[in-house]
């Protein structure tokens, strides 16, 4: 009758080899981060129904060294937007984008800082199990 699709989106900073065995994944489609070009599309596409200030050089951003992914560069748009019509604006000022630019850099490194405490957390935890097994044991 029909024949069935699995698609299995993996999207992890380490991949464990084991995973690309023959057999295990058929295709694998890697999605790189954008170029200048396409960066310079993206910002375009997301800030072309707002109105920006003068002030406002989306070449700085498209520039920057940041590893941004399109979604990122979208909700650096959508939040720049968000920010001015919470502070009663017209336009989306320079320094509107800029803080939220900041605020996602320094949201990932919460996010990095939270999940080192919780692997830290977890490791301790299993220390400490071993280790009362360990004295159980004696």
Not at 20 to 28: A, N, S, Y
Not at 56 to 75: H, W
Request: net charge positive; aromatic share 10%; charged share 25%.
């Amino acid at each position: 009758m029909y024949d069935m699709m699995l698609i299995l989106v993996v999207s992890v900073k380490y991949r464990e080899p084991s995973l690309l065995w023959p057999g295990r994944i058929d295709r694998k489609i890697e999605f790189p981060l954008p170029d200048i070009k396409t960066r310079r599309r993206i910002f375009q596409i997301h800030t072309s129904r707002m109105t920006l200030a003068d002030d406002v050089n989306l070449e700085e951003f498209v520039m920057t060294k940041d590893e941004c992914s399109g979604a990122d560069i979208k909700e650096i748009c959508s939040e720049s937007g968000l920010l001015a019509l919470k502070e009663q604006r017209m336009k989306v000022c320079h320094i509107f984008t800029c803080k939220i630019v900041f605020f996602y850099i320094r949201l990932l490194l919460d996010k990095a800082f939270v999940i080192t405490l919780i692997l830290s957390a977890i490791i301790i935890v299993v220390l400490y199990t071993f280790c009362l097994g360990c004295i159980h044991a004696f």
